[in-house]
Structures are given as structure tokens and as C-alpha cells.
């Protein structure tokens, strides 16, 4: 009994300091958008890849909404959103119709997709910026692929060859990674501190693009209501209550982007 803990601690140990080690020398350690050292081993247009094939089923897997005011929308305020952002990706932004699913996801190469049911919490354009902020913000932050790096380095796997979604033997890898569950539809959550990033990050694309960042502090409170299955955007952690104070805190940093972006939209418009 004693012996087996003991080598079980000494594997996660070593499993530890390898995953360790190869994140502080390695050849995959780079700096993301956040100004964060991030562990990433996939090469970005692999990612690429991966994403628009996945995003391919998920548009095969759901109905695509055919209210062209709601499919409008989304697209006009994921562009500023794009925009805001400054990453020149091939940007899609689509609703999908399904008003029980509170939920909403962005692809590796910002192929974005929200569901219906997140619509009622959302409420106003404001609070759809809000979420797709950040979504926006854990495709620029490579969030998927730093997941797919530390999943491969734990698997000894250090290069990817040239993997294609659906013929690899690591499908259930890279579709975890993507955020996708082994069936479509059901969303992994991100780690707590890829959330916390795209809350930051996403709430300052938000201001730049000209949305009002209070109006994501609220959409957090609503969520904190809504006590359903806990969506990607929620996920179980950190708790929304703790966002929504998160993200009222970084306000005062932010307002400054906003109101700038107000100010150019007032001229634009004369
Ligand atoms: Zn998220």
C-alpha cells in the first residue's frame, strides 16, 4: 500500500518536472498576446487547420439560425470585436440555433459560434460583446493550442507530424483541446487561468470596440443566476460571482479604451 503511493507520487513527480523543465528551456515556450510565457508546441498553422475542420462539423452538427436580424448582429459585433482585437484571422461569426443550449465557443483561427440560448442572459449587444470578447480572447491567446501542447508533452509526444482531425489517433486529444467534448455540442471548460485571461482580455477588446465594460459585469451577475449546466463561458470556475468582481475591478483601466472608441464613433457618424 505504502510502496504503491509512493511510486505513484514519484511517477506525477517525474511527469511534473518533465512537463516543468520543458515549459522553462524548451524550444515551445513562447510569449501569447498576454504578454504571458505560454508552453506551446503545435505550430499555429496547424491550429488553423484543426480549427476550420472542426468548425466545419460543428456547422454540419447545428442549425445554423435563420433570424438575419439575430445572424446580423453577431456578425456586425464580432467584427468590432475582430477588430478591436488587431489579429488578422479568418474571422467567422455565426448563431446557431438552440434555444437550450447557454452556451457559446471560439475555434483556433477565430471561427466564433453562439448559441441561441445564451441570447435571454446576453440581452443586449453590450452583453453579446461581452461574451464574445471573450471567446475572441482565447483564440488570439492561442488558449487551445497551449492546451493541445500540455496534453501531447504529458503523452511524451513532442512533435505533431502532420496530424488531420478525424484520421488521428489522437482525435479525442485534439478535440478536448479544441474545447469540443468526444460528442459535439458538449463544451470543455478552459482552466482557470485561461478563463481569467479571456475575461481580462476580452473585457478590454470589448471597450475598444466601442461596448460599454459595465454592461460585462452585470452579464456575470446574470449568469451567477442562471444555475443550469455550467457553459463554457461560465465553466465551474472561478466562480461568476468572483468574475463579475474581477472584471468590475479592472473597469477604471478600461473605461479609457471606451470612451476613445465612443468618441471616434460620434465623429465617424457626422
Ligand atoms: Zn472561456
Known amino acids: 500500500m505504502f510502496k504503491k503511493i509512493e511510486k505513484n507520487t514519484l511517477r506525477v513527480g517525474i511527469v511534473l518536472l518533465l512537463v516543468v523543465g520543458l ?15 505560454a508552453f506551446i508546441i503545435v505550430p499555429q498553422g496547424q491550429m488553423l487547420t484543426l480549427g476550420a475542420q472542426a468548425y466545419a462539423q460543428m456547422r454540419k452538427k447545428n442549425r445554423r439560425s435563420s433570424n438575419t436580424q439575430l445572424v446580423s448582429a453577431v456578425r456586425r459585433i ?9 489579429k488578422k484571422y479568418k474571422w467567422e461569426f455565426e448563431p446557431f440555433d438552440a434555444p437550450k443550449t447557454v452556451n457559446a465557443f471560439c475555434l483556433p483561427g477565430g471561427k466564433v459560434g453562439v448559441y441561441t440560448g445564451i441570447l435571454p442572459i446576453s440581452r443586449t449587444n453590450a452583453g453579446l460583446a461581452a461574451i464574445m470578447g471573450h471567446e475572441v480572447a482565447h483564440a488570439v491567446l492561442r488558449h487551445g493550442a497551449e492546451r493541445m501542447s500540455q496534453q501531447l ?7 505533431l507530424g502532420s496530424v488531420v482531425f478525424g484520421s488521428s489517433k489522437y482525435k ?26 479571456a475575461d481580462r482580455i476580452g ?38 460571482l468572483n468574475r463579475s468582481k474581477a472584471l468590475a475591478a479592472q473597469i477604471p483601466s478600461v473605461m479609457k479604451y471606451y470612451r476613445a472608441a465612443r468618441r471616434q464613433k460620434t465623429v465617424m457618424l457626422r
Open 23 to 37: 515549459s522553462t528551456f524548451a524550444v515551445g515556450c513562447l510569449t501569447t498576446a498576454s504578454g504571458r510565457r
Open 78 to 86: 464580432g467584427w468590432h470585436i475582430a477588430k478591436a482585437s488587431g
Open 153 to 159: 508533452a504529458l503523452k511524451g509526444v513532442m512533435t
Open 172 to 197: 479525442g486529444l485534439i478535440m478536448g483541446s479544441l474545447g469540443l467534448g468526444a460528442k459535439f455540442g458538449v463544451l470543455l471548460p478552459y482552466s482557470r487561468k485561461h478563463e481569467s485571461e
Open 203 to 240: 473585457l478590454i477588446y470589448m471597450a475598444k470596440a466601442g461596448y460599454n465594460p459595465r454592461e460585462a459585469v452585470t452579464l456575470w451577475q446574470r449568469m451567477a443566476k442562471q444555475g443550469k449546466t455550467p457553459p463554457e463561458v461560465i465553466s465551474t470556475h472561478p466562480n461568476p
